[in-house]
């Protein structure tokens, strides 16, 4: 079992009782992962490159609140000859790593046309923490417009410490998130970007984003187990697992799925069941959303290998997956535990999404991946719906009746997937098949955009990511087209 993917999917573990269990899923936060770092140039002095702090206000829109907090940034000016661009990471729901600006795909552009790298870590993630807790009144200044205010002052603040000519061009970068917020980085500054590469961007946010399963299942079917086309199957014996552990649910008891899965508790309640069934489809969508990103981590021929093995019937293999990931430790399922981790009010500079992220799709985004596709679509059944488990989840972990996500502003404010063309004239945008998130995002054959880019075979923000072994031979096909678009732009 390869340790560090079981950790990238359950994120972190928890203590119940006197019992070591892995943490309940959820794919609002647990979906959360830093990028792969990986090292290229020995002739980088790491040592000069430390977490710096720039005072920043609390709130950009309101000039009768004078309150500051310090953000961190990262700069690597080791590539830059003074004349330059400037390439500027912008970051999204997690903690900044100061390999952001040394080990990533856009740091090896960055040496090749002598750029300055910066790097500034979102507001309320990391170490830049805003308030002294988490508490709802505290996180009324945690949305997307306060970052992209924060970026665009800390971009000036950059051009001005380092005396940058008006005639270097500025290029931002992100993924996922943090693709959305360069996108909209442009949209809202076009005077203080020239151009943007959005990865993996979900600028087109949805409440009940029913389609993640269903590009999870399109994986699944492409998949070649044991080097045959068996995708197929692979689908349809997952749907045989969950329909008979659907029936089982049905029963006195649950029956008995507690102890055939390991569960640390007994369900309870069809919160419980809700949340246990996204589990199961988690493991899934974990390795679909991360697919090949490095050698010898679980993939999605490994699952489909595993879940094609004739030699036992479905369900088996379903439930030897969910042991491969739960490493000998019962798994926690419980509603009221996802609840009171989203309701841990202390600030955490290791969290990676957590409830700052939570708190940010219940108000400004949705992103719920609901089990509400048609069955012909996906394979993990439907007993984890939009409504009423996906949403309440929000009424509950904040403590407000009938909370619901304005994504209708969030549209109005940044446009979706029909900007007006001007304004993202200099944006590439960039997906890959596998990456569930390109439902949402900017793609081919959109009217509005003039540059798109579909990557075959590639998961999410993979782009980003400095290739390895087991990287589609598409990727790094890829990558040179957004260099070239870089090259035009600067």
């Known amino acids: 079992m390869n340790k560090s993917i079981l950790l990238l999917v359950l994120v972190i573990l928890s203590i119940i009782g006197s019992i070591e269990s892995k943490k309940v899923f959820n794919p609002r936060t647990d979906l959360k992962k ?113 970052a992209l205010a924060d970026n665009a002052i800390f971009r000036n603040f950059i051009a001005q410490e380092y005396n940058v000519s008006k005639e270097s061009k500025w290029i931002s970068f992100g993924g996922s998130y943090s693709g959305a917020l360069t996108s909209w980085f442009r949209i809202k500054y076009p005077h203080l970007v020239d151009a943007t590469i959005a990865s993996s961007a979900p600028v087109n946010p949805e409440v009940n984003f029913y389609q993640y399963l269903e590009t999870v299942q399109t994986a699944l079917q492409a998949s070649w187990p044991n080097g045959k086309p068996n995708g197929n199957l692979c689908v349809e014996n997952v749907n045989i697992a969950t329909q008979k552990i659907q029936a089982l649910l049905s029963q006195d008891n649950y029956g008995g799925v507690d102890q055939m899965f390991n569960l640390c508790t007994p369900l309870t309640n069809q919160n419980d069941v809700a949340t246990f069934m996204q589990s199961l489809a988690g493991n899934f969508m974990g390795v679909v959303q991360y697919n090949d990103e490095e050698p010898g981590q679980i993939d999605i021929d490994y699952l489909c290998t595993i879940m094609t093995n004739q030699s036992t019937d479905p369900l088996t293999n379903y439930i030897q997956i969910w042991n491969e990931f739960a490493d000998g430790e019962c798994v926690d399922v419980s509603y009221a535990s996802m609840i009171a981790q989203n309701q841990n009010i202390t600030n955490d500079e290791n969290a990676i999404g957590g409830r700052m992220w939570f708190y ?3 108000v400004e985004f949705g992103y719920y991946q609901s089990s509400d596709a048609p069955s012909t679509n996906q394979p993990f059944g439907n007993l984890f719906p939009f409504q009423p488990y996906q949403i309440q989840q929000c009424a509950d972990s904040f403590g407000i009746p009938n909370m619901y996500p304005n994504v209708n502003w969030t549209l109005t404010e940044y446009g979706g997937i029909n900007p007006e063309p001007s304004s993202i004239d200099n944006t590439l945008y960039v997906n890959g098949s596998n990456d569930e998130w390109h439902n949402l995002a900017i793609l081919p054959g959109n009217i509005n955009a003039k540059n798109t880019l579909y990557i075959m075979g590639t998961s999410h923000c993979a782009d980003m990511m400095i290739p390895t072994s087991v990287s589609p031979a598409t990727l790094a096909q890829a990558q040179q087209v957004i260099f070239e678009f870089i090259q035009t732009n600067i």
Not at 89 to 99: L, R, S, V
Not at 107 to 121: G, N, T, Y
Request: charge should be negative; proline fraction near 3%.
């Open 360 to 362: 940010q799709t219940c």
């Open 34 to 146: 830093q990028l792969k770092f990986r090292h290229f140039d020995d002739s980088l002095n790491y040592d000069a490159i430390n977490y710096q702090w720039f005072t920043q206000n609390v709130d950009h829109f309101n000039p009768a609140n004078p309150a500051t907090f310090q953000q961190r940034y990262l700069i690597n000016d080791q590539y830059w000859d003074g004349t330059g661009p400037v390439f500027m990471m912008i970051n999204g729901e997690g903690p900044m790593d100061i390999n952001t600006v040394t080990q990533l795909q856009f740091v090896v552009w960055a040496k090749q046309v002598s750029a300055l790298v910066i790097s500034l870590e979102h507001r309320y993630y990391g170490a830049s923490f805003v308030t002294e807790d988490l508490s709802l009144e505290n996180l009324q200044w945690l949305n997307s417009a306060q």
